[in-house]
């Protein structure tokens, strides 16, 4: 599942730069993968390879977007209007790929009022009004790890169903509620450790 949504966005890059047929050996190569892996993956999917030319990309495109429900629009709403925040409100890919942002929420009367790109930010007393009359699926949390929770817990009260937590923080939330974890911090020091692993391993070999 951690590699559909890459097998995704390089289909579609390269369908828009004009390709009618993919290859699992060129999505692996992309992708540092190895040939099998790719097959082995897309197996499991209702799409059909052709030998020596691969996969109808259009095809393929439309497969992938489906299973990771890609092929719809998913409402969502932000809530902390920090740097972060506003980022992602700005950020013109999500629209692109199906999320519709309706809206960034605060409590800082200072931002409050303040314009994000089209958005406006509005109070954060306001996302359970949002979420009901938007019909918001996903909530995005960016503010500081202290009031990651609070944030989660009214989100799901409202009837939000996924949440992608920015925070330092674990957030719990009852069954039937989707929880993604995006740790900028953590994976630099993911990255720092391979880093290092790789300089090791190639000191080993000279």
């Not at 390709?19 to 099998?36: C, D, F, N, P, Y």
């Not at 925040?85 to 929420?105: E, M, N, P, T, V």
């Not at 960016?142 to 989660?152: D, K, N, R």
Request: charged share 25%; proline share 1%; with cysteine.
């Amino acid at each position: 599942m951690r590699r559909l949504p890459k097998y995704l966005t390089l289909v579609q890059h390269l369908r828009a730069g004009g390709a009618e047929w993919v290859s699992s050996a060129a999505l692996a190569r992309a992708l540092g993968l190895t040939g099998s892996t790719v097959r082995q993956d897309l197996s499991h999917l209702n799409v059909s390879g052709f030998s020596r030319r691969g996969y109808r990309a259009a095809e393929l495109e439309r497969v992938l977007a489906r299973v990771l429900g890609a092929d719809r629009t998913w409402k969502v709403v932000i809530v902390g209007a920090g740097n972060l925040g506003q980022a992602l409100a700005k950020h013109g890919d999500l629209q692109r790929h199906g999320f519709d942002i309706c809206g960034i929420f605060d409590i800082d009367s200072r931002v409050i009022g303040r314009k994000v790109g089209i958005l406006r930010v509005t109070s954060f007393s306001e996302v359970d009004r949002v979420v009901k009359e938007r019909g918001v699926r996903l909530g995005i949390i960016a503010v500081p790890a202290p009031a990651a929770q609070e944030v989660a817990d009214r989100l799901v009260a409202a009837g939000i169903q996924g949440i992608l937590n920015l925070a330092y923080a674990n957030v719990l939330v009852r069954s039937g509620v989707a929880v993604v974890n995006a740790r900028i911090l953590e994976s630099l020091q993911e990255l720092v450790y391979l880093v290092r692993l790789e300089a090791t391993e190639w000191r080993k070999k000279r």
